[in-house]
């Protein structure tokens, strides 16, 4: 390990290391572009240190290095949450330095990499929450959560389906993804700066409408609520919803006609909007940042840059179905031959994606909401107590930590 | 030592070889008395070092202050914390409580003898092998979603209507949590019970039975205060072992629905190591450890006394 932190010896390679998935297809592609690499650049050798593929075990890894001032890695790959809280904490380097052109990328995913303004991560692919819908059973998507409702309720009766929508309902963070979507769709949001805005008519509206869907159109399935991806995946994949919330990566698994009974007979689109409100994507997906201890900041920059180039973009994007996040690429013939998902539905979809509120704190902030969502959605809470209760304890905990602005919003 | 307060004068020399014996013995027992200390203590200290501090691994700019009480004062002013002392009290309660009295007849029934009673005897251990993740899981996936074993079951017996959904519903989600956790522990407690059975002298039961005492007055007044000892080894190992419960809930609810059945434990690492609030998490531990360490106390004092008559 020690070898890998010593500045390089003048003459010599710089090395780099980098933390990464090495298992399956995303490891051969990674092996296969920092090759590539190697040919380019001779003077710079690239070291990869494998890390778990469980986000919470990555994040627990990459606090105890940083926070102990390691040098090693000098690169790390972050989840989309995870920037400013490094930022933050002076753990990663301000990218502004080495001048990267952040118009050739979705607004969303630098958006979601600044902290106080400054960028300290590079999005290397993005990931959204889509709606699927499937194209034998309607002749086109709702646009609407009353649509949504409706179409669902029509497929289940006329088609003896067992569920409308499947969406994840388990407290975890997928909740919290699923429950901004419908926020986003009535116009609210979780944060605004340092206030808490999330106890507002439109969050009630949103955390409202996933109540009634279980309870009162019987349209998801109260077993939703223990469901992670996988779970929600299999209902659509059987053949027994009309509709799913969930990420790209189903697109592809579900074209496999062996296991999938929904083969080709399947879209994807936005999550509808209500009243006030537009289509909204959670973003998710990864970033590459620099150790702000890390001897060969230029050298690991150079490596960054590299990876999140547009040919690199596409190499992912046919080797594991990551979405680029370059906005360029989607008018590109070669992204429409290495995409399950037609480019233009995947573009139209990332466009409207939204970070989740950009705080060092965001995993206690999401935390403290998954609880008292998920209490209002088994019906212990109603939904305006449990708001009002997550905001009034994330507005503590902002406050407490100093980065919070006046007392929570209750109402407005 | 008592042959060091005697004066030197009056050293005789069985008093130098006793005190030379004593050395040896505490030379003997340095080891792993160091042992202990590095591996018990040390890290007990440290947990209440840190109780006392503001350590927020994902706030360095916070620094790292003394805060004396602050993390103990939150903690008692903390909703969630109580709410995960009341679960762990009432899984404790239920538990102990279920499997002590059904290890009792398990122990009864083995103590007789039957033909295949060795093949019962170890088939009877076969949940307590069984890792606590996978029978967490296996007894999540029969109670999972509306077609799961259980409620195919309950349903084909006319028991319920419609099948509950058992995983988000405060109350109903503890069922299938404290099954688990008896049907993997009872094989435990009715081994303790059953060694402690097996040391009961037969002839004592014989004289019962020519004084014309009935099955239950011999189980109330042979059996039950003679196996008062091994009853108190599991109470104490089953109760601090309860009181600690974390992988079963963590696997099968990971303490939802919201947080109703959420333990001490689960809440505990989730403030250490999800949150990674060292400070506030330590003072957590430092409650559950204070609360266990007078729980084994007071079970020593108050049927100990048992416990030494009985040696005796």
Known sequence: MALGCGPAPSGGPAVVTLPVSVLGAEGQVLRRQLARFAELRPDIRVVQRPTPDAADQRHQLYVQWLNAGASDPDIVQLDAIWTPEFAAAGWILDLGRFRPATDSFFPATIAANRWRGRLYAMPWFVDVGMLYWRTDLMRAPPATFAELERSAARAMAAHDLRYGLVWQGARYEGLVTVFSEYLGGFGGRILDGGRVTVSSPAGLRALTTMREEIYRHGIVPPSALTWHEEESRFAFQNGETAFMRNWPYAYALMQDSAESRVAGRYAVTTMPAGPGGRPTAALGGAQLAINARSDQPEAAWSVVEYLTRPEQMLERARGVGQFPTRPALYDDPALARALAIPPAQARAIIEHAEPRPVTPVYTQLSEILQIDLHRALTRQQAPAAALAHAAREMQALLDRVGLGEGGAVAGR | ?312
Not at chain 2, 66 to 79: H, K
Not at chain 2, 133 to 147: D, K, N
Not at chain 2, 203 to 225: C, K, M, N
Not at chain 2, 297 to 307: M, S
């Open chain 2, 1 to 312: 030592m008592r042959g060091g307060e005697r004066g030197p004068g009056s050293r005789a020399p069985r008093g130098t070889a006793e005190e030379r014996e004593a050395r040896l013995a505490r030379a003997l027992v340095a080891p792993a008395l160091a042992t202990i200390l590095l591996v018990a203590l040390f890290p007990l200290l440290w947990t209440v070092w840190e109780s006392v501090h503001l350590h927020d691994l994902r706030m360095p700019w916070l620094g790292r202050p003394f805060v004396g009480a602050a993390n103990y004062i939150e903690a008692l002013g903390d909703p969630r914390f109580w709410g995960a002392l009341a679960h762990t009290l009432l899984f404790t309660a239920a538990t102990v409580t279920l499997e002590l009295g059904l290890g009792c007849v398990l122990a009864l029934a083995m103590n007789r003898a039957f033909r295949g009673r060795a093949l019962v005897r170890a088939a009877v251990l076969v949940p307590w092998a069984i890792p606590t993740v996978v029978s967490a899981l296996l007894w999540r996936f029969m109670f999972e979603g509306q077609s799961g074993i259980a409620n195919t079951l309950l349903v084909q017996a006319g028991l319920v209507g419609e099948p509950p959904v058992w995983f988000i519903r405060t109350g109903l989600a503890w069922v299938p949590v404290v099954l688990a956790d008896v049907w993997k522990t009872t094989p435990f407690v009715a081994l303790l019970l059953l060694a402690g059975l097996q040391n009961i002298d037969a002839s004592l039961y014989e004289a019962a039975r020519i004084d014309g005492a009935s099955p239950w007055r011999q189980f109330r007044h042979v059996t039950l205060p003679l196996l008062k000892p091994a009853i108190l080894v599991a109470l104490i190992f089953r109760t601090l072992d309860a009181f600690r419960v974390f992988d079963l809930i963590y696997v099968m609810t990971g303490g939802g629905p919201g947080t109703s059945t959420e333990p001490i434990a689960l809440y505990t690492f989730n403030s250490l190591l999800q949150n990674l609030r060292f400070g506030y998490g330590s003072a957590l531990s430092v409650i559950v450890f204070a609360i266990t360490f007078a729980l084994a106390l007071g079970y020593i004092r108050f049927l100990g006394a048992g416990l030494t008559e009985t040696r005796a």
